[in-house]
């Protein structure tokens, strides 16, 4: 799509008149450039997609649709994703992440309607897209001294990476899914969701030792794993088994449990993990004379950037171009 295009489209997508824009662009192209922002500035490779001044976001706990500045809503995001004191670099990694994504949605909200959870707004506050956070409402949950130091902090992070996207074949990388931590090797897409994304591929995730969830123990009888299992995924049917039935059959890429059969019934590790609330698909098991203990490593779906190893990486002396191109593979940052 050609810039004048995009433009025109991002500002439909912005609330503002299609014909104003298409008047606009073609007479005064200098003013917008000063609105949005000189494009051609800091090219590294292919044209820069400029986002929205705003975008929509639906407020869960209001019920309502309020319009943001875009790049406030990011610093929002980066506060209500990422801890204020993990490393500035892993910070601005987190924002061309978040801002990536959410660009994402909007551009593609404008091709195939807002989502059913949210049909008034192509984006919402909760982990059904992003965690937002409001300042007001950062500043009551954490505290005005936060405000001084950690939003600060993530603020810098933000304004530093303004307008920075990930791009692959000089496109907007529209996946830049991300996790807590992956437990030491991230997952190829297609293990843990339907399609196979290229810029979303097994790599190491080597500076993880700060991670929290690591090695946790979830232990449930027999009994109990039959039934949780039967009651949550009646098409299948473990029957009676004894805990030499238990079997891991197959792993991903990433050390994830692919295929785990149990009695008659193969499930995969994400079902497992999301009918037993594990922590993560990365698990072992060990099985005692009542019970099955299952150890999980890593927190999340273990897709995209770990922000455990963004931070190890960020402390030991990695950029936030660095980070992201490591854990999405191929893609460009600018
Ligand atoms: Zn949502």
Redesign the pocket.
């Known amino acids: 799509m050609k810039r004048r295009e995009k433009l025109i489209k991002l500002l439909r997508l912005s609330g503002l008149c299609g014909g104003f824009a298409l008047f606009a662009l073609l007479l005064l192209p200098g003013a917008l450039l000063i609105f949005f922002g000189d494009s051609n500035s800091s090219v590294e490779n292919g044209e820069r997609i400029i986002p929205p001044k705003s975008i929509h976001v639906?407020r869960t706990a209001l019920g309502t649709v309020e319009e943001i500045d875009f790049e406030e809503y990011v610093k929002g995001v980066v506060a209500g994703e990422m801890p204020s004191n993990f490393a500035e670099e892993a910070l601005k990694a987190q924002a061309v992440a978040a801002r990536t994504y959410s660009l994402s949605?909007v551009i593609r909200s404008g091709d195939g309607g807002y989502?059913a959870?949210?049909p008034n707004a192509p984006?919402?506050?909760?982990t059904?897209?992003q965690v937002y956070r409001s300042p007001s409402e950062l500043e009551s949950l954490k505290g005005s001294a936060w405000m001084k130091d950690g939003y600060k902090k993530i603020t810098e992070a933000v304004e530093d990476t303004a307008g920075v996207l990930m791009y692959y074949n000089g496109e907007l990388a529209y996946q830049a899914l991300f996790h807590s931590s992956s437990g030491g090797k991230t997952e190829n897409s297609e293990d843990v969701f339907v399609s196979a994304v290229p810029y979303l591929r097994s790599v190491e995730s080597n500076y993880e030792d700060a991670a929290t969830h690591k090695n946790e123990k979830t232990s449930l009888t027999y009994t109990a794993l039959a039934e949780t299992l039967n009651k949550k995924y009646p098409d299948r049917y473990t029957g009676n088994f004894t805990p030499s039935a238990i079997k891991i059959r197959d792993r991903t890429d990433g050390g994830r449990v692919n295929i785990i059969q149990i009695g008659n019934a193969t499930y995969s590790g994400s079902e497992i993990r999301e009918a037993l609330g594990l922590k993560s698909a990365n698990f072992s098991i060990s099985k005692e004379p009542y019970n099955i203990v299952f150890t999980t490593n890593g927190y999340g779906h273990g897709v995209g950037m770990s922000q455990y190893g963004a931070n190890g990486m960020a402390e030991a002396g990695f950029d936030y171009k660095e980070i992201l191109k490591h854990y999405y593979t191929g893609v460009s940052v600018y």
């Open positions: 639906y949605k989502p959870a949210h984006l919402c506050d909760g059904h897209c």
